[in-house]
């Protein structure tokens, strides 16, 4: 079992690291001006789902970071960089940060280390796929996922690799490459044919049994990304290793024997939503621990906090950090790579990996501690499974 603790920071959010677009649709994720995600996981047998923009910028959508050369007599981890996985014109930022926070983390391990790139394609279809069964079966109102048809949390992630594991890119791909998906047409056309769902049910509860959900929530997934998915993944051969998705995903995911602590800016939880926050054991399996780390917005305070990232990427621990967008509502998530360390042993500036590769240098940018608290929603400090064994050929293949 995972262990969460989580620990408070109470920062003002003052200030913004970030200019993001506005996706001011009714499925924003959670923030502090409102939770439009709760609204709608409880409104969306009332009303029809609503669409999202047709055109979300390619960029421009964050100001440009300052130039920023870290002194080179000062202390770094010295962490190879690796691909930016890019989001694209998707919402689906949390999935392809934590898939690059896990590369980043297997990439710099100081042992048995390993270059892996996932398939984002294959865990962004998945959501799809899952998200499509939650909304139809309202399975939610405590139950659910608390997801989102376009956009997601850190902990849907991690659920998502326990329910559906991972693949490596070399081993599968899509039937159609995901840079060339259709996305706006993608969210446009489930929610279509769920609001199909949804108008039969408000008129008559009883229109589906649960077996002719589950058959229409298939349909659906079929009809809307079977052409671009293809088959699924099967078994496969990996450093020597025979793999199913959820093998792979055990072995190369967080360890799920291991602890996985939230450092908060929130009073009241890790979400403004308290559901959100009480629900968490439902996806990552936690023991869900308060630790108080009580502050204000002081040089003290982000020293503490960095000095835990610092500890954590000095430990082989993945680390995350959710932030305010343009608006307070809509967040993005970054991965935390590496860190310039003064000798006093102070973190002096911290480098972010974006889900944008037109963003800063190939999706990489430096910025100062006391930037990043002004906006600092969360911070995941997660453990990543380190139990992998040493690296062999695979058996021919016959």
């Not at 029809?48 to 964050?62: A, F, M, Q």
Request: with cysteine.
């Amino acid at each position: 079992m995972s262990n969460i603790k989580t620990l408070v920071l109470l920062f003002p959010l003052v200030a913004l690291l970030i200019s993001s677009s506005a996706f001011s649709d009714g499925f924003s994720s959670d923030g502090f001006m409102g939770n439009q995600c709760t609204t709608f996981y409880h409104k969306n047998f009332k009303k029809s789902l609503s669409k999202p923009p047709e055109t979300v910028p390619g960029d421009g959508i964050w100001e440009k970071p300052s130039p920023y050369w870290p002194n080179a007599t000062n202390r770094f981890f010295n962490n190879k960089d690796t691909r930016n996985l890019d989001q694209r014109y998707s919402r689906e930022c949390f999935l392809f940060s934590f898939l690059g926070a896990l590369e980043s983390t297997h990439l710099n391990r100081h042992y048995n280390s390993r270059k892996i790139e996932f398939s984002a394609a294959y865990l962004v279809a998945r959501k799809f796929q899952h998200v499509i069964g939650e909304i139809i079966s309202n399975n939610q109102n405590g139950k659910g996922m608390y997801f989102k048809l376009d956009g997601g949390e850190t902990y849907h992630a991690m659920k998502l690799v326990e329910l559906y594991g991972l693949v490596s890119e070399d081993i599968w791909s899509p039937k159609i490459p995901m840079e060339k998906w259709d996305l706006y047409k993608i969210y446009s056309d489930i929610t279509d044919e769920v609001n199909v769902i949804i108008n039969n049910r408000n008129q008559n509860p009883n229109f589906y049994t649960e077996a002719k959900l589950a058959q229409e929530a298939q349909r659906i997934f079929r009809k809307v990304m079977g052409d671009y998915v293809g088959e699924w993944p099967r078994s496969f051969w990996y450093d020597g290793v025979h793999h199913t998705t959820d093998s792979f995903g055990r072995m190369y995911g967080i360890d799920r024997h291991g602890e996985v602590e939230i450092r908060y800016t929130n009073m009241n939880g890790p979400y403004q939503d308290s559901a959100q926050t009480n629900n968490l054991k439902n996806f990552i399996n936690p023991l869900l621990n308060y630790h108080g780390f009580n502050g204000i917005h002081t040089p003290e305070t982000t020293r503490a906090v960095f000095e835990a990232v610092k500890d954590a990427l000095a430990s082989n621990r993945m680390v995350l950090i959710d932030v305010d967008g343009y608006d307070s509502v809509i967040g993005h998530q970054f991965a935390i790579t590496e860190l310039e360390i003064l000798p006093s042993g102070s973190v002096k500036a911290v480098r972010l990996k974006n889900s944008y590769t037109n963003w800063g240098a190939g999706g990489y940018a430096w910025y100062r501690p006391e930037a990043i608290s002004k906006v600092l929603r969360r911070i995941w400090i997660v453990d990543v499974n380190s139990n992998i064994p040493a690296i062999k050929y695979n058996p021919p293949i016959n």
